[in-house]
């Protein structure tokens, strides 16, 4: 009889990593793949577009825990998904990523000795401001099966003493999407609707709490990426917490307006990797595009003092800034190639298929 595998994704960048996953445990006679969405996001723009551009189909469950302090979100989906839990038994629980809802499912299905199984396993930014990080590690305590994307991750599972047989290291699961997906995205175009030359523009996204939640900092970045502006035309997707403090800021009328400065609502998929992949440069405090812009050989400066993906920087195209030094490392971008030759093992989309022998194996 198939195995009965939760899959559960909670915010946006959930969801390019368990599309391949879903297909893959779809395609198998041995597992039953049930969708979990714990509902941390809820606007279409950062959720439902994602299910539709990746065909997933329709959350199987959804938990509707929406937005709160991360005490309150976290506890909420730790009591609905205890409930689900009891009432299905699935026979695994895949959990995704560093957000809320990897960490809150982790620990319901741990304290009722359900297999748990985390995809991205081992990243560490050591940084413990950060709340993905504090979210990382306690998964990474609790889980029975540790799938990580690169030979740092492996390294540090083993620091923390986690046994040689419980970690899997399968490859980055999101290159499969972006591997999939990427004659869409070339055919997509959707640079052309902001009238910049193509490989003439930068992406922006910023979101992380260091960068947006302070007023002095995000009014000194907004300065920079301003005047930056007026000789490198920038593509804006705006996250709603950014948004919301530029807003507060009563700067996003003039931001509007800026010359050569796009805002976009957050956008989808294949038009966001459609701005990324004709672009100059990104420049970003996220944390997967690090890898995307790494794998398409995209220049990526990055908006932290650290990151938990250090192979993109030593083995891609990362360079990590801050917003006294992103002038500099700009130009620097901008004078270095367009494009950089980068292969990294096992981001080679086939991933998600290693994950399914991994599991297969594991639970015999
Ligand atoms: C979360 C993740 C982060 C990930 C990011 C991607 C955690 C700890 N953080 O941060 O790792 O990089 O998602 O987006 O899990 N909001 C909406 N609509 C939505 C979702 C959120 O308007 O669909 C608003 C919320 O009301 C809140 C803000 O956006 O004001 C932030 O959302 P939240 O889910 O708290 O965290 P993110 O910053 O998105």
Known sequence: MATMVHVIVGARPNQMKAAPLLKALRSSPDFHPVLVDTGQHYDHEMAGIFMEQFSM???DICLEVGSASHGVQTARILERYEA????????AVIVIGDVNSTVACTLAAAKLGIFTVHL?????SFDR????????MVTDVLVDLLWTPSPDGDDHLRAMGVPEERIDRVGNIMIDTLVSMLPSVE????WRTYGVPEHGYAVVTLHRPSNVDQPEVLSGILDLLLDQAQSLPMVWPLHPRTRARIEA???LDEV???TGLHLTPPLGYL???SCVASSRCVITDSGGIQEETTWLGVPCLTLRPNTERPITLTEGTNVLTTPSSLREDLKRALEGPTRHDVSIDLWDGGTAERCVTSLRKHLR
Do not use: Q, T, V
Not at 84 to 91: F, K, Q, Y
Not at 129 to 136: D, F, K, T, Y
């Open 249 to 251: 800021l009563g700067r």
């Open 57 to 59: 189909g329709k959350p």
């Open 256 to 258: 509007e307006a800026a």
């Open 187 to 190: 055919a997509k175009e959707h």
């Open 129 to 136: 401001g950060m709340p993905e990080e504090l979210n990382r």
């Open 271 to 273: 038009e966001f990797m």
């Open 120 to 124: 991205e396993a081992g990243l560490r």
């Open 84 to 91: 689900i839990l009891i009432e299905h038994r699935p026979g």
